[in-house]
């Protein structure tokens, strides 16, 4: 049996969220409050509960202060919040301040009984059309990213090589030695490259090159 706390400031939602997980054998809920400082305040009182639903957009305090306020008590009871905020900000947000999962409010009641269980054996769980959202994002970034890159840097033959040799780790002076140059031409044909490709480092300069082919990883 999973003994379910529920927190949510709409009496409304509260109230059906409620019966729809008491229609569950498995899920049974102990308590439902209306903000974070009701929570705290049946904490206090050290109900049985496995596990906390909330919502993350409360008037007191809200689910991600929520959370990080819980771990600081050292209150170890997990919580999946639940959200009309779909972005990785936010999400990233709550699984940094100590939440178990992290659920849009459209979500299907199979997807949220599955987040239950899955929380409740010790794991970590993302809503799917969040992460589906970010994905795609993210890959259209990298296929601008590699096609911007691929169309408007051109290395030169001696740029190529200096290239390659930061990433064996060489030095300035290696690299100066290896190909007869002075180590200040180095320092500004590296200089050169890091500018052209927005790298910050030489360890952004290296992962940039492999992903766009100019090295071989």
Do not use: C, W
Not at 128 to 145: C, D, T, V
Not at 200 to 212: G, Q, R, T, V, W
Request: charged share 25%.
């Amino acid at each position: 049996m999973i003994k379910i706390i529920l927190v949510e400031n709409h009496k409304l939602m509260l109230s059906s969220l409620g019966a729809l997980l008491d229609k569950y054998d498995h899920i049974q809920v102990v308590a439902e409050v209306v903000g974070a400082k009701e929570l705290f305040n049946l904490l206090a009182t050290k109900p049985k509960a496995d596990l906390i639903l909330s919502d993350i957009m409360m008037p007191d305090i809200n689910g991600i202060e929520m959370v990080a306020q819980l771990k600081n008590n050292d209150i170890h009871i997990p919580v999946i919040l639940l959200s009309m905020l779909e972005d990785e900000k936010h999400s990233s947000t709550a699984f940094l301040a100590g939440a178990k999962g992290y659920l849009s409010k459209n979500v299907d009641v199979e997807e949220l009984i599955f987040a239950i269980n899955t929380v409740k054996k010790g794991n970590r769980y993302f809503s799917a059309e969040l992460g589906i959202n970010i994905l795609e994002r993210y890959h259209k970034q990298l296929l601008s990213f590699k096609e911007e890159a691929t169309q408007k840097i051109l290395f030169s033959e001696r740029e190529q090589s200096v290239l390659e040799l930061i990433a064996e780790g060489q030095t300035n002076q290696q690299i100066a030695d290896q190909l007869f140059l002075s180590r200040r031409t180095v320092e500004g044909i590296r200089q050169s490259i890091l500018d052209r490709t927005g790298a910050k480092n030489s360890a952004a300069l290296i992962k940039f090159a492999i992903f766009n082919g100019y090295i071989a990883s």
